[in-house]
C-alpha cells in the first residue's frame, strides 16, 4: 500500500501575518490568496508612507540645524490679572527672572475699542514699552480671534452687529493697532487670526476663509515690511497652509497631554513622536517655500471644565485644585515637555503657561515650574 504523504503540521492559510490576520478574521481559502496580497500591500504602503514621512522630517531637522534656537513665550495681562497677579510684575519675572527675549502680545478688541471709536492702548503701550527697553522681540496677535478663552475678543458693542459691519469695524480696529506699534523697534512680526479654523474651541461668528484672506491682505497693506503668521492647531490637517492666504511664516500649536472630554473622559496623552511635528513642518515648507514655528507649546495644565478649565478665566488659581493640576502637568514633566518641543527642530517655539507657573511661584509656594522652565530656557539659550 502506497505510503500516504504526511501533512505539514501548519496549515497554508497559517503562513505569515497576513495569513494569521485572515485566519483571525475567518476568511477561508480560496478567498485567502486575494486578500492576502491585498493585506500584504497594505502593510508595504503603510511601511512606505511611514518611512518617506520621517525622511521628511529628518530631512526639515538638518535643514534647520544651524539655525539659532529661540525659547519664546505667549503673555497676556488678562490671564495674569485672572490669577490675582499685577501683570507689569509677571511681565518683568518673564523677561528678567526666566530670561525670556522673545513674546507673544495680545490685542484685544474688546480692550483696545470699548466705545465705537474710543481706543485706549494704554496696556499694549507699556507692554511695548516694557519691550523695548529689555530689547525683547514681539510677535502681535491681532484679528478677532486671539489666544486666551473666549478666543475671539469681540466688544459687547459689536456682537450685534451684521458680519458686514463688524467686519469692517475690526479692520478698522486693526489699522490703528498697526499704525501704532509698526515703527516698534521691538515688533517683529504680526500674528494674525489664531488658529483661525479650530471651529470646534471657543465663541467666534464666523470661521469663512475670505475673511482671512481679506484681513490678510489688509495687513500687508498696512505694513508691508513684517511678515506675517497664520497658525493652525495641534494636528489639525483641515488647516494646513495650503492655497490663500499664504503666509509668511506658519505657525504650529502642540498639546501633549489634555483633558479628553469626548470619548474617555480622562487625561489623554497624544503619543506621536516629535519627529511627527518635524514632517508636518518639512511638509509645509515643501508644500508653501515657508517655514513653521511652535506658536504654543503645551506648558500648563488642561483640566476637565469641573475642575477649572474652559469657559472663563481659569479657576486654577484655586490652591486646591493644584494636586489636579499635576496630574495634567508637574515639574517632572514639564522639563521632558521643552526637549520634546526642541526635537521638533522648529527653532522658535512660543511656549503657552508662564502666568500660570508664575501664580504658582508667589501665590501658592510652590516655585518648581518656574524654576525647571528658568533651566531649560537657560540650558537653551547657552546653545546658541
Known amino acids: 500500500m502506497p505510503k500516504q504523504k504526511k501533512k505539514s503540521g501548519r496549515k497554508e492559510s497559517n503562513r505569515g501575518l497576513a495569513g494569521i490576520i485572515l485566519n483571525w478574521f475567518g476568511f ?16 508595504v504602503a503603510v511601511f512606505l508612507i511611514i518611512s518617506g514621512m520621517y525622511g521628511i522630517a529628518r530631512w526639515y531637522i538638518a535643514k534647520h540645524a544651524s539655525e539659532p534656537l529661540v525659547i519664546g513665550a505667549t503673555f497676556s495681562p488678562d490671564y495674569a490679572k485672572g490669577f490675582g497677579l499685577d501683570p507689569k510684575q509677571t511681565m518683568d519675572a518673564v ?22 471709536g474710543k481706543y485706549d492702548f494704554s496696556e499694549l503701550d507699556w507692554q511695548f514699552k516694557k519691550a523695548e527697553q529689555n530689547h ?37 480696529y486693526m489699522g490703528k493697532v498697526i499704525d501704532r506699534y509698526k515703527n516698534s523697534p521691538s515688533l517683529v512680526s504680526y500674528q494674525l487670526e489664531n488658529e483661525y479654523f479650530l471651529s470646534v474651541f471657543g465663541k467666534c461668528p464666523d470661521h469663512s476663509k475670505a475673511r482671512l484672506v481679506d484681513e490678510f491682505n489688509f495687513v500687508k497693506s498696512k505694513d508691508a515690511s513684517k511678515p506675517v503668521i497664520v497658525t493652525r492647531s495641534n494636528n489639525a490637517v483641515p488647516s494646513w497652509p ?97 526637549d ?31 524654576d525647571i522652565a528658568k533651566a531649560k530656557i537657560e540650558q537653551y539659550n547657552n546653545q546658541k
Not at 143 to 166: F, T
Open 242 to 338: 495650503i492655497g490663500e492666504p499664504r503666509a509668511d511664516i506658519n505657525g504650529a500649536s502642540i498639546y501633549k497631554r489634555v483633558w479628553d472630554k469626548t470619548v474617555t473622559n480622562r487625561y489623554f496623552e497624544y503619543p506621536l513622536p516629535a519627529w511627527f511635528y518635524a514632517f508636518l513642518a518639512g511638509g509645509e515648507e515643501l508644500t508653501t517655500g515657508h517655514n513653521t514655528f511652535i506658536h504654543e507649546l503645551q506648558a500648563e495644565a488642561w483640566l476637565p471644565d469641573s475642575k477649572g478649565f474652559g469657559k472663563t478665566i481659569p479657576k486654577m488659581n484655586d490652591i486646591d485644585s493644584i494636586p489636579e493640576q499635576n496630574k495634567s502637568l508637574n515639574a517632572q514633566s514639564l522639563g521632558p515637555r521643552f
Open 95 to 116: 523677561i528678567h527672572d526666566l530670561g525670556v527675549k522673545r513674546l507673544r502680545l495680545v490685542s484685544y478688541w474688546d480692550n483696545g475699542e470699548p466705545k465705537p
Open 136 to 172: 525683547v522681540q514681539v510677535s502681535l496677535a491681532i484679528g478677532l480671534r486671539q489666544p486666551r478663552w473666549p478666543e475671539c475678543h469681540m466688544p459687547k458693542w459689536a456682537q450685534s452687529q451684521p458680519k458686514d459691519v463688524w467686519a469692517k469695524e475690526l479692520k478698522t
Open 28 to 43: 477561508a481559502r480560496p478567498k485567502q490568496k486575494v486578500l492576502r496580497g491585498l493585506l500584504y500591500g497594505f502593510i
Open 340 to 370: 520634546y518641543g526642541v526635537a521638533t527642530g522648529m527653532r522658535t517655539i512660543d511656549v503657552w503657561g508662564v502666568e500660570w507657573w508664575y501664580w504658582r511661584k508667589v501665590a501658592a509656594h510652590d516655585p518648581s515650574l518656574w
